[in-house]
């Protein structure tokens, strides 16, 4: 039997991997009875943030990685692509529908128990992944840090507002996606640099809420837009707004454009790309209704920033995810220190993957660290004076030999992908 502490994205996909391989799988969450800051049901893998989980481009890093979670067996991939809404090349979901159609797999899995309780001491010598994620209760918390013997660490992050699609003005919001790739499924709203500077303004002086040293802790990739546009009035036409390849017209480049996504099947929800905020919830109202074809709209879900718990894991985790110290208990997700959705259900993957070997005593071996699952592994697993929690990136991989720029990124697929079919052929 394995206990997996938190039915999130590493915990579910963790506990759907063991219980096909027919191990008795004991699955602890703590919702409803106790919340965290920021989920908002009791489904299981609720995405918390963006509907998104990214590129599906198959030279990309995530869609790499993506492509080598199918092949080990992947419920959250599955369950991404049954509730799949548009988004141009982007995998991008229905966030209840992705949710609901996990928990009822879960939940009617003969070999998984879900258990809503919360957990707050780990037994060492019990077959555990530690799954609760970068909202983990306090006591667990604690017990995770004595366990391993490491200081707490957290960074901040933040979720970006979600508007009610009926409330947009079509008027000026228009269908496109960035150079036309994919199918047109982003909503742009175009500025002129009058618009942009107006807004700009308004953003960088807005009232913010709370968390005086966030500024120092912030998560590079997932920056409130006041911060980042307070490094310069160019940053954001750069970043989220930048308007090139989003032309309504040919020739006519707005200064500045504004992205939503849809958020739900019925395409009445929609977020407001790369718009993480920490503004006062008033403040974020009177900004966004700035934003031309916005200024009527009805914000649903307001942007929020809190703190984000992870594991300094190079000396405490193995290329396996398994602790170095005591060799039954795994730990998954983003409080094993990668970072994003997709990472952190490969990482609960991997996890399942290495434990299901450790407990029908199989040799035990890492994921090769050319595949973008055992990269990222590596990343956790090895010593790092600046350790930061990571996505998938083609960074993490080991250098090509000689080749052609322009070639970088299918080598690398080609290699990954060869690689994958060996070790998984050499691990039955
Ligand atoms: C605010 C915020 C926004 C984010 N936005 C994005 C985004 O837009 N895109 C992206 O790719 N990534 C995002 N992330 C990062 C990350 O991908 C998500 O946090 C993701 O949900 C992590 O998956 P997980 O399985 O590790 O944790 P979770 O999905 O959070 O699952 C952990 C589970 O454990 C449960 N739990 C906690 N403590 C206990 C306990 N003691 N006993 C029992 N159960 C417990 C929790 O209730 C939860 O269900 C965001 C993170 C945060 C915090």
Known sequence: MVKIIGAGLAGSEAAWYLANKGIKVKLYEMRPFVKTDIHQTSDFAELVCSNSLRSNDPLNAVGMLKNEMIQIGSLILEAAYATQVKAGSSLAVDRYGFSEYITNKIRNHENIEVI???????????????AAGPLASSDLTNEIQSLFGVKKLHFFDAVA?????????????YLKSRYDKGEAAYLNCPMTKEQYETFYEALTTAERAGFKDFEVNVFEGCMPVEIMAGRGIETLLYGPLKPVGLEKEPGQRPHAVIQLRQDDAASSLYNIVGFQTNLKWSEQKRVIQLIPGLEN??????????????????????RMYQSIAHDKVFVAGQISGVEGYVESAASGLSAAFHMERLINQKVLKPFPEDTMIGAMARYIATPNKSFNPINANLGILPELAKHKKKERKMLYKERAEASLASYLSEMI
């Not at 879900?301 to 985790?317: A, D, F, I, Q, W």
């Open 116 to 130: 809503n309780e919360e957990v707050k001491e780990i037994d060492k010598d019990a077959y555990t992944i530690v």
């Open 161 to 173: 507002p979600i508007i009610d699609g009926s409330t947009i003005n079509y008027d000026i919001a």
């Open 297 to 318: 709209a009805s914000i649903v879900r307001y942007g929020v920033m809190h703190k984000n718990t992870y594991l300094e894991s190079p000396g405490v985790l193995n």
